[in-house]
């Protein structure tokens, strides 16, 4: 009989940071910034949303490390919302984000491929290249979880790079005062909603930052090391997005990117000419890039956490020599390709975008519980402001939702029935247990 393997405990801090980096910063920086300006006219409010943004994602962070500290398996959320709430709850999270994790990278994989054709025309279809990478990503993950982890820091750090050097070039050419207001956009919303719509934009763009919970069987010192990549990393995106903002303010006013759907190519017209806009989209593949390896990497270990609990097939529970959950891997990959090849990723994420949120309400609710029925379980690292900071993460969270829900009924409404549809699938997998 072939001997059980585990997964190897070999990745460390500069992994973490690279992974949430890999993972949070996408196209959406690029993108964004024009949809806020539109909303928000002045700069402080501008860039007051983006904080506010950062602010959401760290109260979050604060929470959910306590609880990844504490039950240090690979997995996501799903590990600790099944720990508290119990298998029902962690079934829905573990499917929801597994699904919708392999719909990312489908996303993510046929984006790049769109830019890299604009970039050099000759290339094979956007489809073809979005199948190669995935491919060629696949085969690294299967080498085993360190040269995953290499790969991870290399496309993280030249994403890094490549960012740094675009604000550094913003801010040499760039001669305005951030600060002074220019044409203001007529908005047909009041204020506050204008406020609120930004903000749901700028929590999109901040998603990801739980990227390290996925490995926290896997990082060596989870209980010290775990907090410090979700934190770290946080703060560096947060530093990079500042300072992408206020550059992009550097060189054009507000009004200019206001509605454009790539804010950054717009600027990068008044920095580099005709030339600017394909710049702009060798930064988003080398971005994309690394977006795609960390969503690779993450799939597999949600339904390996859920294969070892008998909620999927056991045996997405294998586990290669190199370390990597090669059956989960496979079966992952398969669907992002299945995505990629019928073209409904973008609808499938559409319809899964509500349980985002939900998943962050039920894991803040998951402190609560595990606090309340184990007071004295070890806790490497506890939850600063613990019931205050965790509160206001959840009531956003719910906020969030309602909002989310209000602005688009017809998919809520199928989210909703998925809901409903779990449920006989959830207790067929029980019976098979």
Partial sequence: ?????????????????????????????????????????????????????????????????????????????????????????????????????????????????????????????????????????????????????????????????????????????????????????????????????????????????????????????????????????????????????????RVVPLGTIAGEKLAAATVARFLFGPNGYFIVLAIMVIALVSAANSNVMMAPRVIYAMGKDRLFWHGAAEVNAGGTPDISLLISSAIAVAFIVTGTFETVLAKLAYFFVAIYALSFTSLFVMRRREPNAERPFRAKGHPITTAIALIASVAFLIGAIAGDTRNSLWAVGLLVASYPIYLLIRLNR
């Fill in 1 to 249: 009989m072939r001997p059980t393997r585990s997964l190897l405990t070999v990745l460390g801090v500069t992994f973490g940071l690279a992974v949430t980096i890999g993972n949070v910063i996408g196209a959406g920086i690029m993108r964004t910034p024009g949809e806020i300006a539109a909303q928000l006219p002045t700069f402080w409010l501008f860039i007051s949303v983006w904080i506010i943004g950062a602010i959401y994602a760290m109260l979050g962070a604060n929470a959910l490390a306590e609880l990844a500290a504490m039950t240090p398996q690979s997995g996501g959320q799903y590990v600790f919302v099944r720990r508290a709430l119990g298998d029902y709850a962690g079934f829905i999270v573990g499917w929801s984000d597994w699904i919708s994790t392999c719909g990312t990278t489908a996303l993510v994989t046929m984006t790049l491929g769109e830019y890299a054709v604009v970039l050099m025309p000759h290339l094979p279809p956007a489809r073809v290249i979005a199948l190669v990478v995935v491919a060629v990503l696949t085969v690294v993950q299967w080498l085993g979880v360190r040269s995953a982890a290499v790969a991870q820091d290399i496309t993280s750090a030249l994403k890094a790079l490549a960012l740094i050097l675009l604000i550094i070039a913003c801010f040499s050419a760039g001669g305005r005062n951030p600060t002074v207001t220019g044409l203001e956009v007529e908005r047909e919303s009041s204020m506050f909603l204008a406020f609120l719509f930004a903000l749901q934009a700028v929590i999109y763009t901040y998603d990801g930052w739980t990227s390290p919970i996925y490995f926290a069987g896997e990082i060596k010192n989870p209980g010290r090391n775990l907090p410090r990549s979700m934190f770290g990393g946080l703060a560096l995106v947060t530093a990079i997005y500042l300072l992408i903002n206020i550059a992009f303010v």
